[in-house]
């Protein structure tokens, strides 16, 4: 059972343009949803987290939009630019000691310049 | 530098051998964890341990014995290599009692089993 579910796998997007990834989890306990971003050769690297109490959260380019009822999350790379080129996984958990982070599945962008 | 390290970067070895992979982390966190990266980058999380204590252990074959001798430090040993076992582990840790719950995770280790 996959509990978080990441869509499109992969995304082409043009320099300047918006690159917009969706997830949609099951679990209804999970109250922490980050954002990973992960170059090749790389650990994940945390980029941007939400807590379900807020339904935007804005960081430079980069914003989560979290629709609690329909238990969907969403990243939003403004102006996106050739350097933005990795991996993206969205995550959720239950912020507590003994739980862990399930991760999406990824989606893999370019940014063609 | 703070950070999560660990050891080896690359690991290349032969079916049935037995190896040990290293983290160190100098965060100050309470929980570490392991997560395995399959060829499609799938990210699985295999075990964690809050303060020396196992929390989670997902349904990993027992080849794997993770040990954590204090809570800086999670190594994770593999007996019997098989070719299935061969992706990309990579350690993190966090700190779940505070606002900044995000993990850090090391560059990985590349294990490939032939």
């Known amino acids: 059972q996959q509990q978080v579910k990441q869509s499109p796998q992969s995304l082409i997007v043009q320099k300047g343009g918006i690159s917009i990834i969706n997830c949609a989890y099951e679990?209804?306990?999970?109250?922490?949803f980050p954002w990973y971003q992960q170059f090749p050769g790389k650990g994940p690297a945390l980029l941007i987290a939400?807590?379900?109490?807020?339904s935007e959260k804005k960081e430079g380019r980069f914003t989560i939009s979290f629709n609690k009822s329909a238990k969907q999350f969403s990243l939003h790379i403004m102006d996106s630019q050739p350097g933005d080129s990795a991996t993206y996984f969205c995550?959720?958990?239950?912020?507590?000691?003994?739980?862990?982070?399930?991760f999406g599945k990824g989606t893999t962008l370019s940014v063609s310049s | 530098d703070t950070a999560v390290s660990q050891t080896p970067k690359y690991l290349v070895t032969q079916m049935g051998n037995d190896k040990s992979i290293k983290c160190e982390q100098n965060?100050?966190?309470?929980?570490m964890y392991w997560y395995k990266q399959d060829s499609k980058k799938f990210l699985k999380i295999m075990f964690s341990?809050?303060?020396?204590?196992?929390?989670i252990n997902e349904t990993v074959p027992n080849r794997f014995s993770p040990k954590s001798p204090d809570k800086a430090h999670l190594n994770l040993h593999i007996n019997s290599l098989e070719l299935g076992d061969s992706a990309v582990y990579f350690c993190?840790?966090?700190?779940?009692?505070?606002?900044?719950?995000?993990?850090?995770f090391g560059s990985g280790t590349r294990l490939t089993v032939v």
């Open positions: 965060l100050g966190h309470d929980t």
């Open positions: 341990y809050n303060n020396k204590e196992l929390i």
């Open positions: 679990n209804t306990a999970f109250d922490y």
């Open positions: 939400i807590r379900p109490d807020v």
């Open positions: 993190a840790s966090s700190q779940p009692s505070t606002a900044n719950y995000g993990y850090t």
């Open positions: 995550a959720a958990s239950m912020a507590q000691a003994g739980t862990a982070l399930i």
